[in-house]
Nanobody, 123 residues
Framework: QVQLVESGGGLVQAGDSLRLSCAAS????????MGWFRQAPGKEREFVAA????????TYADSVKGRFTISRGSAKNTMYLQMNSMKPEDTAVYYC????????????????WGQGTQVTVSA
């Protein structure tokens, strides 16, 4: 079993930056691809960004491309989402996810999910 815990959410103003973290733990955390998703009130959960197990491959939703950066720590069990030039439409609960795969995964077919962290961007 893998546990994922997000942190770093909060209230910011439009144009500000925020960095989310996701810490993974469990009996074994081997070759897992990871990703970030978000869900705004009244909307379906949507893909934000994904990263391969090695960290060498990344991909982003068009809505965040050029503003958000996904990365992994050297120990591979920590993932980050650096969010710059934030907009009110970035307001959502952000979830980190993990799946046993060396390649990045952009669909929501992840095995493990965190509890989410609230991000609110005021205009």
């Amino acid at each position: 079993q893998v546990q994922l815990v997000e942190s770093g959410g909060g209230l910011v103003q439009a144009g500000d930056s925020l960095r989310l973290s996701c810490a993974a733990s469990g009996r074994t955390f081997g070759s897992y691809a990871m990703g970030w998703f978000r869900q705004a009130p009244g909307k379906e959960r949507e893909f934000v960004a994904a990263i391969s197990w090695s960290g060498t491959s990344t991909t982003y939703a068009d809505s965040v491309k050029g503003r958000f950066t996904i990365s992994r720590g050297s120990a591979k069990n920590t993932m980050y989402l650096q969010m710059n030039s934030m907009k009110p439409e970035d307001t959502a609960v952000y979830y980190c996810a993990a799946v046993a795969s060396v390649s990045l995964v952009t669909t929501d077919e992840y095995t493990y999910w965190g509890q989410g962290t609230q991000v609110t961007v005021s205009a």
